[in-house]
């Protein structure tokens, strides 16, 4: 049967004769096309990390955020298309803050991603077109460690140790499996996340980048934060003398 989509891709209603939907395919190649996006999971802490491209030196200092908190607890970082991205992160908060109003506690990092994964998966039954972005969902406490899923555009909904999204995924998925990130304190992982973003980029495509990063753990007493810029900006300059080092004992 034909791996092409002419006549079966017109909506995400109609599957194909070998029971594919092509819409939602499209949709994930929004994904694998954008920017990269990873989060690992450490001994005490995850970390986000998103490799944004700044299309225009006019912009303000993040003017397209990648990452935001749904709620004190919970951290979510967008990628693939931006607009798609930053619905899911109004339909999560309008989700948490119903649960908020409800059960008078925050709502669990599990029932988040499942709801909007619910969510996303209305929008591949052909009532409209599919989401073409996807969404790490993050949380840390005492009691359970730290939690990491990520939400796709077919509205699948996994947990993590560490993934990687878009461009130079697979590159950043072979960097992280080289890590022991059980053993990697904040600290570490902050600039091992920087390493592998920076290490996984094409410097003759990938111009105008800024790296974003957004953390919860023990440090931050289980509340999502944006990393500090001078957290950062170390980190980067960490990974470059890193990288430096290792290109001059090749």
């Keep these: 049967m034909s791996s092409i989509g002419t006549g079966y891709d017109l ?20 994904v694998d096309n954008a920017g990269t996006m990873i989060a690992i999971r450490g001994k005490n802490g ?3 990390v998103a490799d944004k491209v ?3 030196k006019l912009y303000t200092d993040n003017a397209n955020p990648r990452m935001f908190n749904v709620n004190d607890n919970v951290g979510v970082g967008v990628a693939g298309n931006y607009p798609d991205g930053f619905s899911l992160k109004n339909y999560a908060y309008g989700e948490a803050m ?10 669990p990092v599990q029932n988040i991603s499942n709801a909007v994964a619910e969510y996303i998966h209305i929008h591949t039954l052909g009532i409209s077109r599919p989401f073409g972005a996807g969404a790490f969902f993050v949380a840390w406490n005492k009691q359970s460690g730290g939690r990491l899923f990520l939400v796709e ?4 909904n996994y947990e993590y140790k560490a993934w990687a999204v878009g461009k130079h995924r697979q590159a950043a998925k072979a960097e992280i499996e080289k890590l022991k990130i059980d053993e990697l304190d904040m600290q570490q992982l902050v600039k091992e996340a920087a ?3 920076m290490a ?16 919860v753990g023990e440090h931050t007493n289980g509340k999502y934060e944006e990393v500090p ?5 170390a980190a980067e300059e960490w990974a470059t003398a890193k990288l430096d080092e290792d290109d001059m004992e090749d």
């Design 11 to 30: 909506a995400a209603s109609t599957f194909s004769p070998d029971g594919r939907i092509f819409q939602v395919e499209y949709a994930q190649k929004a």
């Design 46 to 48: 995850i970390v986000m």
């Design 54 to 56: 700044i299309s225009s």
């Design 98 to 107: 119903k649960w908020l109003k409800d059960y008078r506690e925050p709502m």
């Design 153 to 156: 555009p077919s509205g699948l």
């Design 195 to 197: 390493r592998i973003i």
């Design 200 to 215: 996984v980029r094409d410097e003759s495509k990938d111009k105008n980048v800024q790296i974003e990063m957004g953390w």
């Design 229 to 233: 810029e001078d957290v950062v900006t």
